[in-house]
């Protein structure tokens, strides 16, 4: 079975300022690693994901996200945040199936 | 455009009746969807999987019989909640996996507010 650990439950930043947000995972399998964002009211977006290859993957809009093995860890991290990217992020893992699991979420805060 | 569509977005019904959510693939064939639920302010949690032409998956603590899973075709399946209850009001999300020769991509339906009053 496997598990998704998000440490923090809200992370206020102020506006330009980087970013991380942790994620831990556990699985006795291979897993693909998924970041999604949720807006307030709004369905999951996907932000980006690692399914194999190069370990470190990027989005569009700017965050990133490293798949580090020996640590089971796939933080996500932005050098510089917009009001815009408050929202909720969660992280997920599947076990080379399309069933996600999540893990709790960490709520995005960003300030002016 | 969205590839997997949920409706209704919003619905409103009494206690004891049952409302059923549709989750279609709009651009391609899934024989595989799944349900999540999510309580308000928190994660996402798999109700069951939706098997094409076959019986839905639950995951554990899940009613069935409550929660009755219908995937009768390769672009829709629905969830219908029976006898509604207040603590059924949630937010219904269903995603449908895009399998293409380089690989397969998830997509998460614009989700569905069940409020039972």
């Known amino acids: 079975a496997q598990s998704v650990t998000q440490l923090d439950s809200q992370v206020p930043v102020f506006e330009e300022a980087p970013v991380e947000l942790r994620c831990n995972y556990s699985?006795?399998?291979?897993?693909?690693l998924f970041w999604y964002v949720q807006y307030p009211n709004q369905g999951l977006q996907l932000l980006l994901k690692y399914l194999s290859g190069s370990t470190l993957v990027e989005s569009i809009n700017g965050f990133e996200a490293e798949f580090n093995k020996s640590q089971t860890s796939f933080h996500l991290r932005k050098p510089s945040v917009h009001i815009s990217d408050t929202a909720e992020y969660f992280c997920?893992?599947?076990?080379?199936?399309?069933?996600?699991?999540f893990g709790t979420g960490t709520r995005l805060q960003v300030f002016p | 455009g969205a590839v997997v569509s949920q409706h209704p977005s919003r619905v409103i019904c009494k206690s004891g009746t049952s409302v059923k959510i549709e989750c279609r693939s709009l651009d391609f064939q899934a024989t595989t969807m799944f349900w999540y639920r999510q309580f308000p302010k928190k994660s996402l949690m798999l109700m069951a999987t939706s098997n094409e032409g076959s019986k839905a998956t639950y995951e554990q603590g899940v009613e069935k019989d409550k929660f009755l899973i219908n995937h009768a075709s390769l672009t829709l399946s629905t969830l219908t909640v029976t006898s509604a209850h207040p603590e059924d009001s949630s937010f219904y999300i269903c995603?449908?996996?895009?399998?293409?020769?380089?690989?397969?991509?998830?997509?998460f339906g614009e989700g569905s507010w069940l409020t039972v009053v």
């Open positions: 997920a893992v599947s076990d080379l199936t399309d069933k996600l699991i």
């Open positions: 995603s449908a996996s895009d399998r293409t020769f380089s690989g397969n991509t998830i997509y």
């Open positions: 699985s006795s399998v291979s897993v693909y």
